[in-house]
């Protein structure tokens, strides 16, 4: 089992997963058999929004303001995600396995219960960069609705019945996951030039041993 980082340095955001709740799932990192939460601050949190494009700066700068003034809102919302990424966490690893059915039932009761409790306004942004993304605008409570991108990215790999597609890196001591958009669907490491580079060097020493 991953040892939990005594004095954690957390890395920079890396976004690998080809869905935004795999993204999450992917910010409790587990590196060299230690586990960094990268976002286990609020801060860090908002600074990971901001970086997958859920939010822009402006709001992100709104937030960051409104956790200093409000900081029992700001540890509820913390609360909150980390609450549904281990309900992700549990959809990546098992939702198509063989419990399958009862880790996709559980999650979708996880969604369901936030998507309930959610006030708000939806509507679709364009970026600076031109791209389109939906938004969703609380009503009300500023932290209210910061994971309802992430529960739509669910919902979007229920709707599409892809849970075959998610993928655990097959590097050793990684813990990250993937959706396998490849038209082969062999994918099998989160980035080529880390974990499969480190894997190509470790077969060419064992070749040469």
Not at 93 to 109: F, I, K, S, V, Y
Request: with cysteine; proline share 4%.
């Amino acid at each position: 089992m991953p040892r939990a980082a005594t004095a954690p340095t957390p890395p920079g955001f890396t976004l690998l997963g080809g869905r935004l709740w795999l993204d999450l799932v992917n910010t409790d990192d587990v590196r060299q058999d230690i586990r960094v939460d990268t976002i286990g601050e609020f801060d860090r949190f908002v600074a990971w929004l901001l970086t997958a494009g859920v939010i822009d700066a402006d709001r992100a700068e709104a937030l960051q303001r409104r956790a200093i003034e409000q900081p029992s809102g700001a540890a509820a919302a913390l609360v909150e995600v980390r609450r549904l990424r281990a309900a992700l966490r549990a959809l990546a690893e098992q939702g198509n396995g063989p419990n399958g059915d009862a880790t996709r039932e559980a999650t979708l009761a996880e969604l369901n219960r936030i998507l309930s409790r959610a006030v708000g306004t939806r509507r679709i942004d364009r970026t600076e960069a031109g791209r389109y993304v939906r938004r969703f605008i609380p009503v009300g409570d500023a932290f209210g609705g910061l994971v309802i991108p992430i529960v739509e990215s669910a919902m979007d790999s229920f709707i599409r019945g892809e849970f075959d597609r998610i993928r655990a890196c097959a590097g050793r001591r990684c813990g990250r996951h993937f959706a396998d958009d490849t038209r082969s669907r062999t994918r099998r490491w989160c980035e080529m030039r880390g974990c499969g580079n480190r894997a190509k060097a470790r077969r060419r020493r064992q070749r040469r041993a």
